[in-house]
């Protein structure tokens, strides 16, 4: 058996951009398929068709970096109260 991905445009149920699928080695995959998983290091993979790579997807990451910075305000707000 072997992981492959198939790349997403829209995040699914889980808040991710692909879906993962175990298949049997050797089994002909159609197109839009991808063998090779994103990076552990990504936080919001995607991937990136026109670069052919997997990339760190920006509005998820915004929106990360905004929860963080309410959460160390309200936290900085506590502190000083």
Do not use: C
């Not at 670069?51 to 963080?68: F, L, R």
């Amino acid at each position: 058996m072997r992981t492959v991905y198939l790349p997403l445009n829209e995040k699914n149920k889980e808040g991710k951009f692909y879906t993962e699928f175990q298949t049997p080695e050797g089994l002909p995959l159609g197109e839009g398929i991808i063998y090779v998983g994103p990076d552990e290091h990504l936080k919001y993979p995607k991937y990136d068709w026109t670069k052919g790579i997997w990339v760190e997807d920006k509005d998820s990451i915004i929106e990360y970096m905004k929860t963080e910075l309410e959460s160390l305000k309200a936290r900085i707000e506590k502190l000083e109260a």
